[in-house]
Nanobody
Framework: VQLVESGGGSVQTGGSLKLSCAAS????????MGWFRQVPGKDREGIAA???????AYASSVRGRFTISRDNNKNTLSLQMNDLKSEDTAMYYC?????????????????????WGQGTQVTVSS
């Protein structure tokens, strides 16, 4: 199983970035997918998730600015990030998990996902 993130970088406040995650080694279309982020010294937090049928969930801190999407034909996950703020600076991780009884919103609040990528750094500066 591999999850490989890309698209991170440095951007000014108010700018945009699009993260991508390339998945392989598992039945991608059958898995929930999510984006998480972590700042050194703080807990990893879920920011966006998408179910197998396209239902989405967002953390309140990013709702309205970030958009998660998936392409089941290309086994890719994306996160469009607009109006970036300094507090969005973090390492961003892609994750995959088999569906469960939890809604995608509740799943986003947990860290018990099956597979994780290595992360891509996003730095937002003024």
């Amino acid at each position: 199983v591999q999850l490989v993130e890309s698209g991170g970088g440095s951007v000014q406040t108010g700018g945009s970035l699009k993260l991508s995650c390339a998945a392989s080694g598992f039945m991608y279309s059958n898995y929930y997918m999510g984006w998480f982020r972590q700042v050194p010294g703080k807990d990893r937090e879920g920011i966006a998730a998408i179910s197998t049928d396209g239902q989405t969930a967002y953390a309140s801190s990013v709702r309205g600015r970030f958009t998660i999407s998936r392409d089941n034909n290309k086994n890719t996950l994306s996160l469009q990030m607009n109006d970036l703020k300094s507090e969005d600076t973090a390492m961003y991780y892609c994750a995959a998990d088999r569906p469960s009884a939890l809604s995608v919103q509740l799943k986003l609040a947990t860290l018990t996902w099956d597979y994780w990528g290595q992360g891509t750094q996003v730095t937002v500066s003024s």
